[in-house]
């Protein structure tokens, strides 16, 4: 009889991730949709968030590159039972105060944002690395696709429910998008307490959906035992030798920095105070941004393959361009719907080319601090953005933002069209320990 291959025997390792994956990741989405709605659609102070997001994001930009050290010195698997058991009880510790006081302080409402926003700090780096340790090699593009689809379909369907849970629907007529339409039943609007209990239940059962899986390496790391400094400085020295990566890198993920900043800063204010809308128009462009990106999963590594996946980097960067056009002259509920929909589309695509690119060239014993790095030069880019937008002349005049984001990844576009040609044509340096 025939040996099992190892990416055979690992399949249903990586099924129960991404089932667990898919538990918490479809409450989170309903949590961090959530916060910045209550923050700017309930208590009215977009600011106040806007500088919550900034501390936050000042934070991530230590712990990301301690994060990509923990990715790469310890079992991955061990990690995401840290996080799950971590945000358990985080969550359904500040849920419970809620129900017993009757309110949720916004100090724990901005706790909670952050402990689950440092927790993607870590989740990510260990998910990518985790599912490139146990994969083979042939499988990198369509496992790529299998997160982004996963991922986004939790968010459309997260969406979906966050725009009934955070407003409630009321039997009768309702008018929306020009129509009206009949609802049949009533559905009282969830507190921020329900909607905790709710995600901290889920990740309660990711915990125990991880700590049964079972697999075996196929990407074999090496111990590494020199300090925190020296396995830091490991990642910075494998993209100092492939300088052509980092810059790429780089540029493709500018659409990453647009979309953060959309999701926590300008789109809850955009649609509240420009659009004169409510929680629900907030979900359901948040639903359209998970669905665009749910159809790019399904095609982008279909289209770009190898040497095209730099062509399709360029692509979907002029796509989120031309998207912040539109919005900076139209101010059209179903318009900004669809815009949004352009933005998952490309934020997603952009995200299987470079999870794609960098399985493909950067080894698994630095993946963790690799993309560590890349999060952080992310996270400055976006603390520049928030504290800019989150000044009162960028509240009051919205178009200055969405022109100035056209217009930045317009040059990341061009500098990748710059190097197109060198990139796809240099080999990469290989690590060694």
């Known amino acids: ?67 990509g050290t923990l990715v790469d010195r310890y ?3 061990h990690l995401f039972l840290l ?34 926003f440092w927790a993607y700090n870590l989740h990510y780096p260990a998910l990518y690395a985790f599912v490139q340790e146990i994969s083979d090699p042939a499988h990198y593009g369509k496992l790529a696709s299998w997160l982004e689809i996963q991922g986004q379909l939790t968010s459309a369907i997260a969406g979906g429910i966050g725009a009934i849970l955070l407003s ?40 125990l959906l991880i700590l049964p899986l079972r697999y075996k390496a196929i990407a074999i790391r090496k111990k590494e035992t020199v300090s925190i400094t020296a396995r830091m400085k490991i ?28 999701n926590y800063i300008l789109m809850p204010n955009f649609v509240k105070n420009y659009l004169h809308s409510g929680a629900s128009v907030y979900a359901i462009a948040d639903a359209a941004f998970a669905i665009g990106a749910l159809i790019s999963g399904l095609f982008i590594s279909r289209l770009f393959k190898d040497n095209n996946l730099v062509k399709g980097a360029i692509f979907m960067t002029f796509v989120s361009a031309s998207a912040f056009l539109v919005l900076v002259f139209d101010r059209h509920v179903w318009v900004f719907c669809l815009m949004l929909l352009f933005f998952g589309l490309a934020n997603s695509g952009s995200r299987i080319i470079r999870v794609s690119y960098i399985f493909r060239r950067v080894p698994n014993q630095v993946i963790g601090r690799v993309q560590s790095i890349f999060q952080v030069i992310n996270v400055l880019f976006r603390l520049f953005f928030i504290a800019l937008f989150s000044l009162p002349f ?39 320990s």
């Open 168 to 207: 409630g629907i009321t039997a009768g007529e309702q008018s929306f998008l020009g129509q009206t339409w009949y609802i049949p039943f009533h559905i009282e609007a969830w507190s921020i307490q329900q909607v905790f209990l709710l995600d901290g239940l889920t990740y309660a059962l990711s915990f």
């Open 235 to 262: 990642g910075a020295d494998y993209l100092r030798a492939n300088p052509l990566i980092f810059v790429f890198i780089n540029a493709a993920y500018f659409i990453f920095v647009t979309t953060m900043v959309i």
């Open 75 to 77: 079992n991955r698997k």
């Open 394 to 432: 960028f509240v009051s005049h919205i178009s200055w933002a969405f022109g100035i984001f056209s217009a930045c990844c317009v040059v990341a576009a061009l500098i990748i069209i710059k190097i197109y040609k060198p990139l796809t044509s240099t080999p990469t340096t290989n690590y060694h």
């Open 1 to 67: 009889m025939s040996q099992q291959s190892p990416a055979l025997q690992n399949k249903a390792a990586i099924i129960q991730l991404f089932i667990a994956n898919t538990i918490s990741g479809f409450a989170q989405g309903i949590s961090m949709l959530a916060i910045p709605w209550y923050f700017t659609g309930i208590l009215g102070q977009t600011s106040l968030f806007g500088f919550i997001y900034f501390g936050v994001t000042i934070i991530s930009l230590f712990w990301g590159l301690f994060a």
């Open 83 to 116: 996080e799950t058991a971590g945000g358990a009880l985080m969550l359904l510790g500040v849920a419970a105060f809620g129900f017993y006081t009757g309110n949720v302080p916004y100090y724990l409402v901005a706790l909670i944002f952050g402990v689950t």
